[in-house]
C-alpha cells in the first residue's frame, strides 16, 4: 500500500510504497500532507499602526498622518 | 595528480521525489540538486565495486551508398540504462536496496563519482523506475549479491550541487 510523504525542508512530495517511507524516516521525510501553514509565511509579518513612524527611509511607507484612511478595503488597522 | 581510480570514490544516492531542476528543460533539465534535496535521499552503500553501469543503447540511421561504398551514418534512437549491483546483508536494516526497491518504483539517482557529493561537485541524475531486485546464481566462494535495474526517463550526467 502506497503513503504520502513530504520532506519539510525541501518541500518535496511523494507517494510510496510503506516500506520506501519507513527508510524515508531516517531522512525527514514525514508521512501525510504537508501542512499549508509551512508552505508560505508571507502573511505572517507584524501590522504597524497607523500614525507611528517606522524608521524607514525617506518615501518607502513612512505615514505621517494619524487621519484614519477612508478606503479600509486595502486592509490597514482600524481604530 | 587528480586521477581518482573507483575504490572509494563511487557514491550513490536514492531520492523519491523529483528535484527542483527536474522542472527545466534541455541541457538544464536535471541539472541541479540541492543540497538538501540530497540530504533528504537514501544513501546506497551496499554497492558492489562493479555496481554502476549505465549501459547505453546507440542506433543509427545508416545508407549504404553504391556509388562510393562508403556507408553513411547518422545518430538515431538512443537510450540508456542504469544497472546497478548490491551486496545483500542477513540484516533487514542494514540491506537497504534490498528493502526498498520493487517493480515500478520511481526514482531519481545521484552518482558521485568523486567522493561525498558536497557543494559544487559534479554527479550524474538518472530519472527512471526500478525492476524487481533480482539475486544472482549461487556460486561457491563469492558473497551474495544481487542486481537492479531501472528504465529511464531521463539523466543529466552534468549535473552540480548546489546550495539550497
Known amino acids: 500500500m502506497n503513503v504520502k510523504v513530504y520532506h519539510p525542508e525541501t518541500g518535496q512530495k511523494a507517494d510510496v510504497p510503506e516500506r520506501v517511507a519507513k527508510r524515508l524516516a531516517a531522512s525527514g521525510w514525514l508521512q ?6 509551512q508552505l508560505s509565511t508571507t502573511f505572517d509579518q507584524p501590522k504597524q499602526k497607523q500614525g507611528v513612524s517606522t524608521g524607514h527611509p525617506a518615501g518607502q511607507g ?13 486592509g490597514g488597522d482600524k481604530q | 595528480m587528480s586521477r581518482k581510480a573507483h575504490e572509494g570514490q563511487l ?17 538544464d533539465e536535471l541539472a541541479e540538486i540541492t543540497e538538501a534535496e540530497l540530504a533528504a535521499g537514501i544513501k546506497l552503500p551496499q554497492i558492489t565495486a562493479d555496481g554502476v553501469d549505465t549501459a547505453p543503447t546507440n542506433n543509427r540511421a545508416s545508407i549504404d551508398m553504391i556509388d562510393t561504398g562508403k556507408i553513411s551514418e547518422f545518430p538515431g534512437t538512443y537510450g540508456l ?3 546497478m549491483k548490491f551486496a545483500r546483508d542477513s540484516i ?16 531519481w539517482f545521484v552518482v558521485s563519482r568523486f567522493g561525498e557529493p558536497e ?3 559534479r554527479v550524474e541524475v538518472y ?18 549479491q544481487y542486481t537492479v535495474d531501472t528504465a529511464l526517463v531521463a539523466w543529466n550526467k552534468k549535473a552540480t550541487i548546489v546550495a539550497s
Not at chain 2, 92 to 107: P, T
Open chain 2, 127 to 144: 530519472h527512471g523506475h526500478t525492476f524487481e531486485p533480482q539475486p544472482l546464481a549461487s556460486a561457491p566462494n563469492t558473497f551474495q
Open chain 2, 119 to 121: 557543494l559544487g561537485s
Open chain 1, 32 to 37: 501525510g500532507e504537508q501542512p499549508e501553514m
Open chain 2, 81 to 83: 540504462a542504469l544497472n
Open chain 2, 11 to 27: 557514491k550513490v544516492y536514492y531520492l523519491a521525489a523529483a528535484p527542483a531542476s527536474a522542472a527545466a528543460e534541455g541541457d
Open chain 1, 62 to 74: 513612512i505615514i505621517t498622518s494619524n487621519k484614519p484612511k477612508t478606503d479600509t478595503k486595502k
Open chain 2, 92 to 107: 533487514e536494516a542494514d540491506d537497504v536496496a534490498w528493502e526498498l526497491f520493487s517493480h515500478g518504483l520511481e526514482g
